[in-house]
């Protein structure tokens, strides 16, 4: 299933893998944990963006009320993979805590000029005001607004942003961020059974596309909450449950087991979309959950499924690529990382040899052939590294490093 550009296949077949003598080590990880915070702009709370591929970075003004600047939902991978390495790593949680802390206060006071949307070959596009990528020329651009909340025109963005405080919550204790995430997951669940298409949820407020990320995010978000949720965690759970079986029924999930991007909204039938590797990730972390607070093992069953047919069909010598390779975007040089994190999170509920192997290849990988300067990381994990590094690139390549750590 794995198609690629000529470009992209041509270099695959050219490349040797050089896999390091010895594994990726917790000194690694730290390493490539300060060359994350280097793009990181405590002003805002947020992570600066490369200018443009090939270019540096652009610094970024303060985010506040009549301003614009920043990245927004670009960030979370960062937040989220530093607590995942927190949770393994002393120093770097003693570390994370003020991170987390001035990312709660700092980024909500962001003032979000942002659009999104998918293109032809369902590689989503996120475009910003001030900042690579920019807004193309001739575009009408929408009014900023204060993103108090966490909360914007994108139940993507607002499931990725409960999630990231859901692991700050686990690492730090601090209710706060729980607080929040139950808070996002409610402005979610007012999209629920609003489509056309048997009670799943809109990927945008506008109402133009129901798909997979966002769906497998609101499912995932509920899950989680239902076993951090007290007195809550039935109702959590009942939703969790409820957003399974329209996801199962809704066809994105195809033959082979892996899923597809969306749905036509005319027909509520699979899209035939292109098959990238965070749709195939998410879920695994939400049936991961699921069976957690339903002790039942059927879900994982299923995630084993997915997982190992994301694995079949989208790695090549067991490295992972997503098609988009050697250029995709702000937005999907992130996928591959969401993938080998809830990954992670499936192998460390239910251990399988060959998982631990592909987090542990793919992360030997990063570290031998995507590697450059002071531990920067790039987005083609079998190599070459691609100019310039960037906050996005970095931390997916960290989800697969602290994904290997964290479950050798």
């Known amino acids: 299933m794995f198609s690629r550009s000529s470009f992209t296949a041509a270099l695959l077949a050219s490349a040797s893998i050089v896999l390091p003598a010895q594994a990726v080590t917790l000194a690694d990880a730290e390493g490539s944990y300060q060359a994350l915070q280097r793009f990181y702009n405590e002003s805002i709370g947020l992570w600066i963006p490369s200018d443009r591929p090939g270019g540096g970075t652009r610094p970024i003004v303060r985010a506040r009320s ?7 939902a670009d960030d979370v991978p960062g937040l989220t993979v530093i607590a995942d390495l927190a949770a393994i790593d002393g120093g770097v949680k003693a570390q994370s805590e003020s991170v987390f802390g ?56 607002e499931g990725w942003w409960a999630l990231a405080w859901i692991a700050a919550y686990d690492v730090t204790g601090n209710w706060q961020y729980l607080a929040t995430a139950e ?49 809550r965690a039935t109702y959590y759970l009942s939703w969790a449950q409820k957003q399974w079986t329209a996801f199962k029924a809704s066809g994105m999930i195809n033959a082979q087991n892996t899923i597809n991007d969306g749905l036509n909204i005319t027909t509520c039938k699979n899209n035939g979309g292109t098959v990238w590797s965070y749709n195939q990730g998410v879920i695994l972390g939400g049936l991961t959950e699921l069976s957690k607070a339903t002790r039942d093992s059927s879900y994982i069953t299923t995630a084993k499924q997915i997982a190992d047919a994301a694995i079949a069909n989208l ?28 990954l992670q999170i499936l192998q460390q509920a239910s251990p399988e040899a060959r998982y631990a ?13 995507d590697r450059e300067g002071q531990d920067e990381l790039s987005l083609i994990w079998s190599g070459p590294f691609i100019q ?13 490093i602290v994904g290997a750590l964290a479950t050798s």
């Not at 009549?66 to 927004?72: A, I, R, V």
């Not at 506008?206 to 909450?225: G, K, M, Q, R």
């Not at 992972?320 to 992130?334: F, I, M, R």
């Open 102 to 157: 001035n990312t709660f206060r700092e980024a909500q006071l962001y003032n979000l000029q942002m659009q999104k949307v998918v293109g032809p070959d369902y590689l989503p596009h996120t475009y910003y005001g001030h900042h690579w990528p920019y807004f193309p020329q001739g575009w009408h651009r929408p009014e900023p607004h204060q993103t108090n909340g966490f909360l914007n025109s994108y139940y993507d963005d």
């Open 66 to 72: 009549g301003e614009k600047g920043g990245c927004f």
């Open 388 to 400: 310039p590094a960037n906050a996005s690139t970095q931390s997916s390549a960290m989800d697969a």
């Open 315 to 342: 790695t090549v010598n067991g490295i992972l690529h997503d098609v988009c390779e050697p250029d995709c975007g702000a937005d999907g040089s992130q996928f591959k990382g969401v993938f080998a994190r809830n």
């Open 183 to 231: 808070s996002i997951f409610e402005d979610m669940k007012a999209a629920a059974g609003t489509t056309p298409c048997g009670g799943l949820i809109w990927w945008d407020k506008s109402h133009t596309y129901v798909n997979a990320i966002a769906n497998e995010l609101f499912l995932d978000v509920a899950a989680h909450l239902a076993n951090r949720g007290g007195n």
């Open 357 to 369: 192997t592909f987090l542990q290849d793919n992360a030997n990988s990063i570290w031998a052939n």
